[in-house]
């Protein structure tokens, strides 16, 4: 009945720019918040970015600060990652998920739901 799910995902080159989009549906994220994780090829799931979807406020990985900005869409239960001056180390799958609001935003095991994830891949 829940259901992420994530797009605008493709090839950029080094030096590029990219969105991503979570469409919720089947599930009120009032008293929640939304991250995005990614996850490469033998390695394990790496927090990317969260926001509180009720307040607003947002928390990035030091890897990204500066260059992504998450954002929502509250009527549309939509999350947005605007991603630039992406390099190859952004290359992965990239996931939405959602988690109550208090709990462990950085720890990816604390999440409800889950999208299928999108591939990102960024080209030298």
């Known amino acids: 009945q829940v259901q992420l799910v994530e797009s605008g995902g493709g090839l950029v080159h080094a030096g590029g720019s990219l969105t991503l989009s979570c469409v919720v549906s089947?599930?009120?994220?009032?008293?929640?918040?939304v991250a995005w994780f990614r996850q490469a090829p033998g390695k394990g799931r790496e927090f990317v970015s969260y926001?509180?979807?009720?307040?607003?406020?947002?928390n990035y990985a030091d890897s990204v600060k500066g260059r992504f900005a998450i954002s929502r869409e509250t009527a549309k239960n939509t999350v947005n990652l605007e991603m630039k001056s992406l390099n190859p180390e952004d290359t992965a799958a990239y996931y939405c998920?959602?988690?109550?609001?208090?709990?462990?935003?950085?720890?990816?095991?604390?999440?409800?739901?889950w999208g299928q994830g999108i591939q990102v891949t960024v080209s030298s």
């Open positions: 998920a959602t988690i109550p609001t208090g709990l462990r935003w950085f720890d990816a095991g604390a999440y409800d739901n």
């Open positions: 926001i509180d979807y009720t307040a607003g406020w947002a």
């Open positions: 089947g599930f009120d994220l009032d008293g929640h918040g």
